[in-house]
């Protein structure tokens, strides 16, 4: 099974700061990883997908990028709307996997 | 407007056996792929199960492969969840997630879940 480990597992940060977190696939992905974000209590939303491309009506602080086997999501700009748990998931192959998450705090 | 709404969570017995529904709607039901992830209390998430848009590809995660059973029924807007052989280990919020194509890969959307607790 490919095995995705995302960083850090938590972070705090101030409103307007940008912050980044990373998720590394244990073998070649290509593109197919796609980033969610969930709130408390909430379901997950699709972000990010096919590592870039912002899913229609999601702000555009959010970003996503790649390089190689390292995948990287960007807030540009935090708001205390983001306050949630971030997870990569990859497609490459089944069984899909999400990465472990990333939790998002004000600081 | 896409509408999934899961049903038939509930308090089951280890051993036991139960079915979860995902009911859909505001989309072409027989042209995406469906989902089950689950989210165990306090952990991150993981999924469980999909079936292609025309039904004839079904697929499991290891933890589950030979005790759950998924399936979809076109006349009713509804996929299913048939959940056997169960254990404490289970228990999860289980979200029902629509695909973004016919074959299984992204969460395009998800229902606000239903809660299955496996307990004695």
């Known amino acids: 099974d490919i095995q995705l480990t995302q960083s850090p597992s938590s972070l705090s940060a101030s409103v307007g700061d940008t912050v980044t977190i990373t998720c590394q696939a244990s073998?070649?992905?290509?593109?197919?990883l796609n980033w969610y974000q969930q709130k408390p209590g909430k379901a997950p939303k699709l972000l990010i997908y096919?590592?870039?491309n912002l899913q229609t009506g999601v702000p555009i602080r959010f970003s996503g990028s790649a390089s190689g086997p390292l995948f990287t999501f960007t807030i540009s700009g935090l708001q205390p709307e983001d306050i949630a748990t971030y997870y990569c998931?990859?497609?490459?192959?089944?069984?899909?996997?999400f990465g472990p998450g990333t939790k998002v705090e004000i600081k | 407007e896409v509408v999934l709404l899961e049903s038939g969570g509930g308090l089951v017995r280890p051993g036991g056996s139960h079915r979860l529904s995902c009911a859909a709607s505001g989309f072409t039901f027989t042209n995406y792929a469906m989902n089950w992830v689950r989210q165990a209390p306090g952990k991150g998430l993981e999924w469980v199960s999909g079936i292609s848009a025309s039904g004839g590809g079904t697929y499991y995660a290891h933890s589950v492969q030979g005790r759950f059973t998924i399936s979809r029924d076109t006349s009713k807007n509804t996929i299913y969840l048939h959940l056997t052989g169960l254990s404490p280990e289970d228990t999860a919020m289980y979200f029902c997630a629509k695909g973004d194509q016919p074959t299984v890969t992204t969460f395009e959307f998800w229902g606000p879940g239903t809660q299955v607790t496996v307990s004695s």
């Open positions: 073998q070649d992905i290509t593109n197919y």
């Open positions: 096919d590592a870039y």
């Open positions: 998931q990859q497609y490459e192959k089944l069984p899909l996997t």
